[in-house]
Protein backbone atom coordinates (compact mmCIF):
# COMPACT_ATOMS: atom_id res chain seq x y z
CA UNK A 1 0.00 0.00 0.00
CA UNK A 2 1.52 3.46 -0.60
CA UNK A 3 0.77 6.49 1.27
CA UNK A 4 1.95 10.14 1.06
CA UNK A 5 1.73 13.20 2.93
CA UNK A 6 1.49 16.49 0.38
CA UNK A 7 1.88 19.22 3.01
CA UNK A 8 4.49 21.65 3.06
CA UNK A 9 5.67 21.69 6.55
CA UNK A 10 7.64 24.51 8.10
CA UNK A 11 8.81 24.30 11.63
CA UNK A 12 11.45 27.00 13.14
CA UNK A 13 11.22 30.76 14.94
CA UNK A 14 9.50 33.34 12.93
CA UNK A 15 8.00 30.73 10.85
CA UNK A 16 4.80 32.64 9.53
CA UNK A 17 6.92 35.85 8.16
CA UNK A 18 10.08 33.56 7.19
CA UNK A 19 7.41 31.82 4.84
CA UNK A 20 5.25 34.66 3.73
CA UNK A 21 5.86 34.16 0.02
CA UNK A 22 5.14 30.55 0.08
CA UNK A 23 1.92 31.98 1.92
CA UNK A 24 1.32 34.19 -0.86
CA UNK A 25 1.56 31.99 -3.35
CA UNK A 26 -1.62 29.95 -2.64
CA UNK A 27 -3.54 32.85 -4.12
CA UNK A 28 -4.80 36.62 -4.38
CA UNK A 29 -7.02 36.90 -1.26
CA UNK A 30 -7.28 34.66 1.96
CA UNK A 31 -10.34 33.29 4.08
CA UNK A 32 -8.44 33.51 7.63
CA UNK A 33 -10.37 30.90 9.63
CA UNK A 34 -9.69 30.86 13.49
CA UNK A 35 -11.63 31.14 16.66
CA UNK A 36 -12.33 33.88 18.72
CA UNK A 37 -10.13 34.65 20.74
CA UNK A 38 -7.11 33.09 20.90
CA UNK A 39 -5.53 33.81 17.83
CA UNK A 40 -4.97 37.09 18.66
CA UNK A 41 -3.83 36.50 21.81
CA UNK A 42 -0.98 34.00 20.76
CA UNK A 43 -0.06 36.75 18.01
CA UNK A 44 -0.91 33.85 15.10
CA UNK A 45 -3.16 36.39 13.98
CA UNK A 46 -1.33 39.11 13.59
CA UNK A 47 1.75 37.40 12.29
CA UNK A 48 -0.07 36.38 9.41
CA UNK A 49 -1.30 39.43 8.73
CA UNK A 50 1.32 41.04 8.49
CA UNK A 51 3.06 38.20 6.24
CA UNK A 52 0.33 38.68 3.52
CA UNK A 53 0.55 42.53 3.74
CA UNK A 54 4.02 42.17 3.48
CA UNK A 55 3.21 40.99 0.20
CA UNK A 56 0.14 42.37 -1.11
CA UNK A 57 -2.25 39.68 -0.38
CA UNK A 58 -5.95 40.34 0.57
CA UNK A 59 -7.61 39.07 3.26
CA UNK A 60 -10.76 37.94 5.18
CA UNK A 61 -11.07 37.14 9.24
CA UNK A 62 -13.76 34.62 10.09
CA UNK A 63 -13.44 34.17 13.74
CA UNK A 64 -16.31 32.24 14.24
CA UNK A 65 -15.19 29.04 14.82
CA UNK A 66 -16.41 27.22 18.02
CA UNK A 67 -14.58 24.44 19.89
CA UNK A 68 -15.50 21.43 17.73
CA UNK A 69 -17.13 23.12 15.04
CA UNK A 70 -20.54 22.67 13.22
CA UNK A 71 -21.62 21.73 9.63
CA UNK A 72 -23.79 24.73 10.23
CA UNK A 73 -20.49 27.13 11.01
CA UNK A 74 -18.62 25.63 7.58
CA UNK A 75 -21.99 26.90 5.94
CA UNK A 76 -21.68 30.14 7.51
CA UNK A 77 -17.60 30.59 7.06
CA UNK A 78 -18.03 29.32 2.84
CA UNK A 79 -20.86 31.96 2.08
CA UNK A 80 -18.43 35.13 3.68
CA UNK A 81 -15.47 33.81 2.05
CA UNK A 82 -17.29 33.28 -1.49
CA UNK A 83 -18.78 37.26 -0.72
CA UNK A 84 -15.47 38.50 -0.23
CA UNK A 85 -14.04 36.62 -2.89
CA UNK A 86 -11.23 34.76 -1.00
CA UNK A 87 -9.48 32.14 -3.20
CA UNK A 88 -7.26 30.29 -0.19
CA UNK A 89 -8.32 29.54 3.02
CA UNK A 90 -5.51 29.80 5.79
CA UNK A 91 -6.52 27.73 9.00
CA UNK A 92 -5.09 29.16 12.47
CA UNK A 93 -5.77 26.93 16.19
CA UNK A 94 -6.05 23.94 16.94
CA UNK A 95 -8.57 21.65 15.52
CA UNK A 96 -11.19 22.85 15.64
CA UNK A 97 -10.25 25.90 13.04
CA UNK A 98 -7.79 24.16 11.01
CA UNK A 99 -10.50 21.14 10.26
CA UNK A 100 -12.85 23.79 9.27
CA UNK A 101 -10.86 25.10 6.93
CA UNK A 102 -10.63 22.37 4.99
CA UNK A 103 -14.01 21.72 5.20
CA UNK A 104 -15.10 25.48 4.08
CA UNK A 105 -12.21 24.89 1.24
CA UNK A 106 -14.04 22.27 -0.15
CA UNK A 107 -17.84 23.78 -0.17
CA UNK A 108 -15.98 27.17 -1.71
CA UNK A 109 -15.12 25.78 -4.07
CA UNK A 110 -18.04 24.29 -4.65
CA UNK A 111 -20.11 26.85 -4.38
CA UNK A 112 -23.62 25.46 -5.26
CA UNK A 113 -23.52 22.53 -3.37
CA UNK A 114 -25.26 21.66 -0.32
CA UNK A 115 -24.39 20.54 2.89
CA UNK A 116 -24.46 17.11 2.17
CA UNK A 117 -21.65 16.86 -0.31
CA UNK A 118 -19.51 17.02 3.02
CA UNK A 119 -20.32 13.65 3.89
CA UNK A 120 -21.20 12.28 0.20
CA UNK A 121 -18.75 9.48 -0.36
CA UNK A 122 -19.58 8.81 -3.97
CA UNK A 123 -19.20 12.30 -4.85
CA UNK A 124 -15.10 13.82 -5.19
CA UNK A 125 -15.06 17.44 -5.22
CA UNK A 126 -12.26 19.72 -5.72
CA UNK A 127 -11.02 22.44 -2.77
CA UNK A 128 -9.62 25.78 -2.94
CA UNK A 129 -5.74 25.65 -1.62
CA UNK A 130 -5.42 25.30 2.14
CA UNK A 131 -2.39 26.77 4.65
CA UNK A 132 -2.78 25.61 8.01
CA UNK A 133 -0.65 27.51 11.36
CA UNK A 134 -1.52 25.44 14.57
CA UNK A 135 -1.01 26.84 17.89
CA UNK A 136 -1.67 23.70 20.11
CA UNK A 137 0.14 20.46 20.27
CA UNK A 138 -2.25 18.10 19.99
CA UNK A 139 -4.31 17.77 16.58
CA UNK A 140 -1.90 17.06 14.09
CA UNK A 141 -4.17 18.19 11.59
CA UNK A 142 -1.57 20.36 9.88
CA UNK A 143 -0.67 17.33 8.06
CA UNK A 144 -3.61 15.26 7.81
CA UNK A 145 -6.47 15.30 5.48
CA UNK A 146 -9.26 15.10 7.86
CA UNK A 147 -11.83 17.18 9.15
CA UNK A 148 -13.78 16.23 12.03
CA UNK A 149 -16.62 18.14 11.85
CA UNK A 150 -20.31 18.37 14.48
CA UNK A 151 -23.15 16.83 13.32
CA UNK A 152 -25.89 18.55 15.15
CA UNK A 153 -28.24 16.52 13.81
CA UNK A 154 -27.29 13.38 14.52
CA UNK A 155 -25.71 14.62 17.97
CA UNK A 156 -22.54 13.48 17.39
CA UNK A 157 -18.95 14.10 15.95
CA UNK A 158 -18.05 12.50 11.98
CA UNK A 159 -15.20 12.95 9.80
CA UNK A 160 -15.87 14.70 6.56
CA UNK A 161 -15.65 11.78 3.62
CA UNK A 162 -13.14 13.71 1.84
CA UNK A 163 -9.32 14.24 2.68
CA UNK A 164 -8.14 17.41 2.19
CA UNK A 165 -4.69 17.87 3.36
CA UNK A 166 -3.20 21.40 3.63
CA UNK A 167 -0.68 22.75 1.20
CA UNK A 168 1.34 24.30 3.72
CA UNK A 169 1.72 24.35 7.49
CA UNK A 170 3.74 26.77 9.36
CA UNK A 171 4.68 25.64 13.13
CA UNK A 172 6.10 28.18 15.30
CA UNK A 173 6.30 26.20 18.89
CA UNK A 174 6.01 30.37 20.32
CA UNK A 175 2.51 30.10 19.97
CA UNK A 176 1.97 27.77 22.51
CA UNK A 177 3.35 29.33 25.03
CA UNK A 178 0.78 31.52 26.22
CA UNK A 179 -1.56 29.10 26.48
CA UNK A 180 -3.21 27.79 29.56
CA UNK A 181 -1.78 24.65 31.08
CA UNK A 182 -4.76 22.70 30.83
CA UNK A 183 -5.40 23.40 27.19
CA UNK A 184 -1.27 21.98 26.75
CA UNK A 185 -2.19 18.75 28.39
CA UNK A 186 -5.34 18.22 27.09
CA UNK A 187 -4.52 18.72 23.61
CA UNK A 188 -1.10 16.78 24.26
CA UNK A 189 -2.81 14.18 25.22
CA UNK A 190 -4.85 14.15 21.80
CA UNK A 191 -1.77 13.54 20.07
CA UNK A 192 -0.03 10.68 22.69
CA UNK A 193 -3.63 9.04 21.59
CA UNK A 194 -2.84 9.38 17.84
CA UNK A 195 0.35 7.94 18.12
CA UNK A 196 -0.92 5.11 20.51
CA UNK A 197 -3.96 4.66 18.08
CA UNK A 198 -1.44 4.57 14.67
CA UNK A 199 0.28 2.37 16.30
CA UNK A 200 -2.15 -0.63 17.88
CA UNK A 201 -3.98 -0.98 14.40
CA UNK A 202 -5.09 -2.91 11.75
CA UNK A 203 -4.02 -1.01 9.06
CA UNK A 204 -0.45 -0.49 10.83
CA UNK A 205 2.86 -0.89 8.59
CA UNK A 206 6.65 -0.93 9.61
CA UNK A 207 6.68 2.63 7.87
CA UNK A 208 3.59 3.76 9.86
CA UNK A 209 4.65 2.48 12.69
CA UNK A 210 8.17 4.19 12.27
CA UNK A 211 6.40 7.89 12.28
CA UNK A 212 4.71 6.69 15.59
CA UNK A 213 7.62 5.56 16.88
CA UNK A 214 9.17 8.60 16.64
CA UNK A 215 6.56 10.95 17.81
CA UNK A 216 6.33 8.71 20.96
CA UNK A 217 10.04 9.29 21.74
CA UNK A 218 9.17 12.40 21.16
CA UNK A 219 6.45 12.82 23.57
CA UNK A 220 8.04 11.16 26.47
CA UNK A 221 11.13 13.89 25.87
CA UNK A 222 7.85 16.43 27.06
CA UNK A 223 6.85 14.95 29.92
CA UNK A 224 7.84 17.34 32.64
CA UNK A 225 6.50 20.01 30.75
CA UNK A 226 2.67 18.48 30.91
CA UNK A 227 2.66 17.25 34.64
CA UNK A 228 4.56 20.82 36.16
CA UNK A 229 7.59 19.74 36.81
CA UNK A 230 9.79 21.56 34.34
CA UNK A 231 8.67 24.92 33.26
CA UNK A 232 7.72 25.28 29.98
CA UNK A 233 10.42 27.31 27.80
CA UNK A 234 10.08 27.77 23.84
CA UNK A 235 12.29 24.39 23.24
CA UNK A 236 9.86 22.38 25.26
CA UNK A 237 6.73 24.26 22.72
CA UNK A 238 8.84 23.49 20.26
CA UNK A 239 8.97 19.79 20.78
CA UNK A 240 5.28 19.82 21.81
CA UNK A 241 4.21 20.72 18.55
CA UNK A 242 7.04 18.64 16.79
CA UNK A 243 5.12 15.42 18.55
CA UNK A 244 1.90 16.82 17.60
CA UNK A 245 2.61 16.85 14.00
CA UNK A 246 4.13 13.91 13.92
CA UNK A 247 0.90 12.30 15.62
CA UNK A 248 -1.06 13.98 12.60
CA UNK A 249 1.56 12.12 10.42
CA UNK A 250 1.31 8.92 11.92
CA UNK A 251 -2.96 8.90 11.71
CA UNK A 252 -2.57 10.21 8.05
CA UNK A 253 -1.23 6.65 7.28
CA UNK A 254 -3.56 4.56 9.92
CA UNK A 255 -6.74 6.40 10.77
CA UNK A 256 -7.65 6.66 14.63
CA UNK A 257 -9.66 3.91 16.53
CA UNK A 258 -11.77 2.83 19.41
CA UNK A 259 -10.77 5.60 21.92
CA UNK A 260 -11.62 8.48 19.36
CA UNK A 261 -15.01 6.33 18.19
CA UNK A 262 -15.78 6.38 22.25
CA UNK A 263 -14.77 9.86 23.07
CA UNK A 264 -17.25 11.48 20.41
CA UNK A 265 -20.15 10.75 22.91
CA UNK A 266 -18.18 12.03 25.83
CA UNK A 267 -17.39 15.42 23.65
CA UNK A 268 -20.84 15.73 22.64
CA UNK A 269 -23.21 14.53 24.98
CA UNK A 270 -20.85 15.52 28.14
CA UNK A 271 -18.84 18.37 27.11
CA UNK A 272 -15.90 16.83 27.65
CA UNK A 273 -12.89 18.85 25.97
CA UNK A 274 -11.42 16.47 23.03
CA UNK A 275 -7.91 15.38 24.23
CA UNK A 276 -9.38 14.94 27.50
CA UNK A 277 -12.49 12.53 26.25
CA UNK A 278 -10.18 10.76 23.96
CA UNK A 279 -7.16 10.55 26.77
CA UNK A 280 -9.18 8.35 28.94
CA UNK A 281 -9.70 5.54 27.19
CA UNK A 282 -6.02 5.16 26.38
CA UNK A 283 -5.20 2.86 29.51
CA UNK A 284 -7.99 0.65 28.44
CA UNK A 285 -7.15 -0.08 25.00
CA UNK A 286 -3.59 -0.86 25.56
CA UNK A 287 -4.25 -2.85 28.18
CA UNK A 288 -6.66 -4.73 26.06
CA UNK A 289 -3.69 -4.91 22.90
CA UNK A 290 -1.11 -8.10 22.04
CA UNK A 291 1.54 -8.17 25.14
CA UNK A 292 4.21 -7.20 22.55
CA UNK A 293 2.43 -4.21 21.45
CA UNK A 294 1.49 -3.40 24.72
CA UNK A 295 4.98 -3.42 26.33
CA UNK A 296 6.33 -1.24 23.04
CA UNK A 297 3.73 1.42 23.65
CA UNK A 298 4.94 1.63 27.52
CA UNK A 299 8.81 1.17 27.27
CA UNK A 300 8.71 4.49 24.76
CA UNK A 301 6.72 6.51 26.79
CA UNK A 302 8.24 5.74 29.79
CA UNK A 303 5.34 4.29 32.18
CA UNK A 304 5.72 0.92 34.22
CA UNK A 305 2.41 -0.33 33.45
CA UNK A 306 -1.30 0.63 31.90
CA UNK A 307 -2.34 1.90 35.80
CA UNK A 308 0.66 4.08 35.67
CA UNK A 309 -0.32 5.48 32.14
CA UNK A 310 -3.84 5.96 33.25
CA UNK A 311 -3.27 7.96 35.98
CA UNK A 312 -0.93 10.20 34.35
CA UNK A 313 -3.00 10.91 32.13
CA UNK A 314 -5.74 10.93 34.49
CA UNK A 315 -3.86 14.15 36.73
CA UNK A 316 -2.83 16.41 33.64
CA UNK A 317 -5.72 15.89 31.58
CA UNK A 318 -9.33 14.63 33.99
CA UNK A 319 -12.41 13.36 33.35
CA UNK A 320 -15.36 13.79 35.52
CA UNK A 321 -18.43 11.38 34.12
CA UNK A 322 -21.00 8.89 34.66
CA UNK A 323 -20.98 5.62 33.74
CA UNK A 324 -24.12 5.76 31.62
CA UNK A 325 -22.48 7.78 29.57
CA UNK A 326 -19.35 5.57 29.46
CA UNK A 327 -22.23 2.75 28.15
CA UNK A 328 -23.68 5.27 25.83
CA UNK A 329 -20.39 5.80 23.83
CA UNK A 330 -19.57 1.90 24.16
CA UNK A 331 -23.28 1.10 22.54
CA UNK A 332 -22.31 3.50 19.73
CA UNK A 333 -19.02 2.34 18.88
CA UNK A 334 -20.32 -1.02 19.11
CA UNK A 335 -22.15 -0.41 16.00
CA UNK A 336 -19.49 1.19 14.36
CA UNK A 337 -18.28 -1.49 12.17
CA UNK A 338 -15.38 0.96 10.58
CA UNK A 339 -13.78 1.48 14.02
CA UNK A 340 -14.38 -1.61 15.21
CA UNK A 341 -12.40 -2.85 11.92
CA UNK A 342 -9.71 -0.25 12.36
CA UNK A 343 -8.73 -2.28 15.95
CA UNK A 344 -6.61 -5.00 15.69
CA UNK A 345 -7.99 -7.30 18.39
CA UNK A 346 -11.52 -8.53 18.55
CA UNK A 347 -13.31 -5.74 20.56
CA UNK A 348 -16.36 -7.61 21.71
CA UNK A 349 -18.93 -6.49 24.66
CA UNK A 350 -16.76 -7.65 27.57
CA UNK A 351 -13.57 -6.27 25.81
CA UNK A 352 -15.55 -3.18 25.57
CA UNK A 353 -16.62 -2.85 28.70
CA UNK A 354 -12.45 -3.23 30.02
CA UNK A 355 -11.83 -0.50 27.63
CA UNK A 356 -14.84 2.09 29.48
CA UNK A 357 -13.85 0.35 32.79
CA UNK A 358 -9.65 2.02 32.48
CA UNK A 359 -11.26 5.12 32.88
CA UNK A 360 -9.93 6.97 35.99
CA UNK A 361 -12.39 9.71 37.08
CA UNK A 362 -11.71 12.90 39.00
CA UNK A 363 -13.69 13.81 42.20
Known amino acids: MFFYIPTKVFSEK ?74 FVIGIGGGSPLDAAKAIAVMMKESLAQRELLFDSSA ?4 LPVAAIPTTCGTGSEVTGISVLTRHDLRTKMSMTHKVFPDLALCDGKYILTAPQRLIAATAVDALSHLIESYINSTATDYSRMIADAGLGKWRECRGYLNGSIPLDYEGAVSLMTASTIGGMAIAHTGTTIPHGLSYTLTYEGGVPHG ?41 SPVNVSAELLEKAADAVMKNTRKLASCPYEVNREVMSSIIGGVVCSG
Do not use: W
Not at 34 to 45: A, D, F, I
Not at 124 to 127: C, E, G, M, Y
Not at 286 to 309: M, P
Open 124 to 127: SPAH
Open 276 to 316: AAVGAFQKGYVQNACKGDREHILSLTGFADTDELGSFIAEI
Open 14 to 87: ECVFAHRRELASLGTHALIVTGRSSSRKNGSLSDTEKALGECSVGFTVFDGVEENPSVETVMKARDIGISSGAD
